[in-house]
């Protein structure tokens, strides 16, 4: 077996990891020292995902809507409703046909015209259906 044994963290700290030279080395410090990434870089920390804090509050207004007027408890006592679906959910993978293909549930558009799919999987990174359809209506 190559290589070395266990480090101590002194020793992590001293061992010069990437020689100097290197075409390791001069491929690191090509990527560090890029302009261009580092700007786009400083854009993206500014992003943020908000998609399943959307999904969340879409559930809280399936049990708690606006255009009601509600009592504290009811409130109270839909939110927690609200929560636990949520909870139950959350992890759940897009649905399938029996044929493989992943289910997507269709949603027309009134002022278009226009049939849109709407994504049945709350987690973002799940695949989406990409395709939009001209209805003939």
């Given amino acids: ?28 410090k090509s990527l560090i020292e890029n302009k261009s990434l580092i700007r786009d870089l400083e854009q993206m920390t500014l992003f943020k ?33 609200a929560v636990l679906d ?7 993978f ?3 046909t ?3 293909v992943l289910r997507c549930k269709k949603k027309l558009l009134s002022v278009s015209k226009r049939v849109d799919l709407e994504k049945r999987a709350l987690k973002e990174d799940e695949p989406r259906c990409e395709r939009a359809f001209e209805a003939n209506y």
């Avoid at 949520?86 to 759940?92: A, D, F, I, L, M």
């Fill in 1 to 28: 077996m190559s290589g070395h044994g266990i480090l101590t963290g002194d020793q992590c700290l001293r061992t010069r990891w990437l020689q100097c030279g290197s075409p390791s080395f001069k491929a690191s």
């Fill in 49 to 81: 995902h908000t998609g399943s804090l959307e999904v969340y509050h879409n559930v809280i207004l399936k049990f708690a809507p606006k255009r009601l007027h509600l009592t504290y408890e009811t409130m109270l006592a839909r939110t927690k409703l």
């Fill in 86 to 92: 949520h909870n139950e959910n959350v992890g759940r």
């Fill in 94 to 96: 897009q649905a399938v």
């Fill in 98 to 100: 029996r044929a493989g």
